[in-house]
T-cell receptor, first 112, second 116 residues
């Protein structure tokens, strides 16, 4: 079985400041890792994913995440946030085509 | 719009009533998943289908819950004798199993259930 821990339930951040959202996982087998974003009253949208290869993955809107196998982490970062980045962010893992195991989420609140 | 759709978006029901939700996946996707999300928590897996076959069910899916995907296209999730603890957002997702794999699941907007 896998588990996902998101270490921060809420992260307040000022506009144009950097942000890091922490995600740790545990699994006895290899996993694939994802970050999803959820805006109010909407479903989840994929932000980025790690399947294999380069441990640093990037999204089109400036987010990046680094897979660290030794520390079993997949932290999400953005060097400069916008007001529109206010949302809830979920880290998730899967061993393949089955279920996703999600963390509890991190609420990012960006203020001017 | 060719994304995953869910109907209704909101449902308010009285305790003890039955409710049914519908999910229409992306048309060529052969896998369909149901998740439940309660306030302040991440989505929790309920069940998934490959075409019309239900391949896995979570322990969260009690006897009062039943899901179907009769023709391998849309799916329904029924809750019988609803309880207040069933109040949650019910999310549907779909994916296309193929090689090479991306393992990505595409989510619908969800159905928010409130049991009074």
């Amino acid at each position: 079985a896998q588990s996902v821990t998101q270490l921060d339930s809420q992260v307040p951040v000022f506009e144009e400041a950097p942000v890091e959202l922490r995600c740790n996982y545990s699994s006895s087998v290899s996993v694939y890792l994802f970050w999803y974003v959820q805006y109010p009253n909407q479903g989840l949208q994929l932000l980025l994913k790690y399947l294999s290869g380069s441990t640093l993955v990037e999204s089109i809107n400036g987010f990046e995440a680094e897979f660290n196998k030794s520390q079993t982490s997949f932290h999400l970062r953005k060097p400069s946030v916008h007001i529109s980045d206010t949302a809830e962010y979920f880290c998730a893992v899967t061993t393949g085509w089955g279920k996703l195991q999600f963390g509890a989420g991190t609420q990012v609140v960006v203020t001017p | 719009d060719t994304g995953v759709s869910q109907d209704p978006r909101h449902k308010i029901t009285k305790r003890g009533q039955n409710v049914t939700f519908r999910c229409d996946p992306i048309s060529e996707h052969n896998r369909l998943y149901w998740y439940r999300q309660t306030l302040g928590q991440g989505p929790e897996f309920l069940t998934y289908f490959q075409n019309e076959a239900q391949l896995e069910k979570s322990r969260l899916l009690s006897d009062r819950f039943s899901a179907e995907r009769p023709k391998g296209s849309f799916s329904t999730l029924e809750i019988q004798r609803t309880e207040q603890g069933d109040s949650a957002m019910y999310l549907c997702a779909s994916s296309l199993v193929r090689a090479p794999s991306s393992y990505e699941q595409y989510f619908g907007p969800g159905t928010r259930l409130t049991v009074t």
